[in-house]
């Protein structure tokens, strides 16, 4: 049974910086990738980075350049790590395992989420 776990999240002012970090148990197929998801109050589930198998990283236009998704093999854990934060990054993150080819969905593997608050 596939288990994720994220940690990390809290509140931070704009400028500043926060490290999440899921920690995956269970199989996971090789053909998944790990990403990090965001979804805000009254606005649509954003994928925000996705990290494939070989290191290769793709993320959304809104964070590029700010954030980071790196991944640790040996101690089955994925970091976003998040800097120059915005108000608008405030979000519940999510840690999801699935196809490569799409951002996850409802069915794949979710973790229960990590508050993250961006004060102005």
């Known amino acids: 049974q596939v288990q994720l776990v994220e940690l990390g999240g809290g509140s931070v002012q704009a400028g500043g910086s926060l490290r999440l970090s899921c920690a995956a148990s269970?199989?996971?197929?090789?053909?998944?990738?790990m990403n990090w998801i965001r979804h805000a109050p009254g606005k649509e589930r954003e994928g925000v980075a996705r990290?494939?198998?070989?290191?290769?990283?793709h993320y959304a236009a809104s964070v590029k350049g700010r954030f980071t998704i790196s991944k640790d093999n040996a101690k089955n854990t994925v970091y976003l790590q998040m800097n120059s934060l915005k108000p608008e990054d405030t979000a519940m993150y999510f840690c999801?395992?699935?196809?490569?080819?799409?951002?996850?969905?409802?069915?794949?593997?979710w973790g229960q989420g990590t508050q993250v608050t961006v004060s102005s």
């Open positions: 269970g199989y996971i197929s090789s053909y998944y990738c």
């Open positions: 990290i494939y198998r070989d290191g290769g990283t």
């Open positions: 999801a395992a699935g196809p490569c080819t799409t951002w996850p969905r409802v069915g794949d593997f």
